[in-house]
Structure formats: C-alpha cells, structure tokens
C-alpha cells in the first residue's frame, strides 16, 4: 500500500536548536517525495522537494531509499519556523496526485 | 498574480443536500486538483482535472465528482450529504499535469453538514 507516515503531531523545539521532522514512506516505485508546509493563517505552500535537492529557508530533506525516509532538517530552529509541515508523495502515473501525510505541528520558542 | 480562489469560503448544509464548491486556478494553469481535509483522515485526493479531462481519481465514492471548464476553473460536487462529509475542501493549481510538479493551494471552502 502507498503510504506516508509522520510519527510526531508535534514537536517543541528551542530557538537555535536543530530540527529534525521525520517522514517515512510506503512505495514499491520510485517515490517522488514533497514537504508542504502551513504557516498560520497562510495557504498550504510548497517547501521543498527532493528531485531538486535545494535548500529553503534553510531546510534540507534527503531522500533515503533503504530506509524508505525523506526527514526534514534544519540546523538551527528559528521562530518564524512554526508551521504545520506536510510530508507527500506522488506516485508515478498519477498526475499531480499526492499522498500527504497526517502532517507535523513545530513549534519553535525562544 | 491572483492566487487559486475557492468559493464558497464557508458552508453549511443538512444531510441529504448536495453542494457545489467552485475554485478558479491561476491564469495559465490548465490542472486542478481537490483535497478533502479531516481532522482524522487528514489531506486526502479526491481527483485531478486536466483539458476538462478527469485524469486521475481518489478512492471516495461516487457521490463526490466534479468537473472541469474550458477556461480551466473547476467545480466540485457532492451528492447526498452525510455528516462525514463535513471537511475543508481544498483545491490545487499546478501548470500541468506531470508528476513532481508544484501544487498551489486555495484557502479551501470549509463544510459543515448538520
């Protein structure tokens, strides 16, 4: 079964403090693999995705097929990190489909 | 440029009516997707629109369709409606329709069945 699970509904981390969102999936192909992220009040936007192996305000995500996980990460947390962050996968032959995960709360305090 | 706006932003309707949601994607955007947002399910696809086509298709059942416009706004209906219908609806934009691309999100038409 295709499937994305992100196991924290919420994380609480310090300012400055490392950051470390966990994703992981369930596919047979090869996966094509998204984070989404909500800041309040904002539409849902997207932050990164690993066939461009970009970082985004500072974030990185690394595909890991052996493990089957794409975590998100930042080195040093900031406040206006604080979102809702989304972990998707797009299965081949399926357009612009995509399988979100339930989503994780950060919440980054100085 | 203009953002994907979805109409109507709130909505309240019984069990038993059925209810048209409407998003115009970004000018040049020729797909539309829907989402359907629960607390407990989370985001889940409902389908994909391409050329007035129906290219892909979620796993809700048939009382969910919707339909596309030659200048690529999108509506989305819902049939019959339970009470677990009640979710945030939310509609995608992207340029085409290859996988990987960048998806751009409505602020969602929120529905309520009483």
């Known amino acids: 079964a295709q499937r994305v699970t992100q196991p924290e509904k919420l994380l609480s981390v310090f300012k400055g403090a490392p950051v470390e969102l966990k994703c992981n999936y369930s596919?047979?192909?090869?996966?094509?693999l998204f984070w989404y992220v909500q800041y309040s009040r904002q539409r849902l936007q997207l932050l990164l995705r690993h066939i461009s192996r970009e970082s985004i305000k500072g974030f990185t995500a690394d595909l890991n097929k052996g493990e089957t996980s794409f975590h998100l990460k930042k080195p040093f947390a900031q406040e206006e990190d604080s979102a809702m962050y989304y972990c998707?996968?797009?299965?081949?032959?399926?357009?612009?489909?995509?399988?979100f995960g339930k989503g994780t709360t950060l919440s980054v305090s100085s | 440029k203009a953002g994907v706006t979805q109409t109507p932003r709130y909505l309240i309707k019984t069990r038993g009516q059925q209810v048209t949601l409407s998003c115009s994607p970004i000018?040049?955007?020729?797909?539309v997707s829907w989402y359907q947002q629960t607390p407990g399910q989370g985001l889940q696809f409902l389908f994909e629109y391409f050329s007035e086509t129906q290219r892909n298709k979620g796993n809700f059942p048939g009382r969910f369709s919707g339909r596309q416009f030659s200048n690529s706004r999108s509506e989305m209906n819902v049939s019959t409606l339970e009470l677990g219908d009640s979710a945030l609806y939310l509609c995608?934009?992207?340029w085409g329709t290859g996988r990987g691309g960048e998806l751009f999100f409505g602020e969602g038409s929120r529905l309520t069945v009483l």
């Open positions: 596919y047979s192909g090869s996966p094509e």
């Open positions: 995608a934009s992207s």
């Open positions: 998707a996968l797009s299965p081949s032959q399926a357009g612009t489909a995509l399988i």
């Open positions: 000018s040049g955007h020729r797909s």
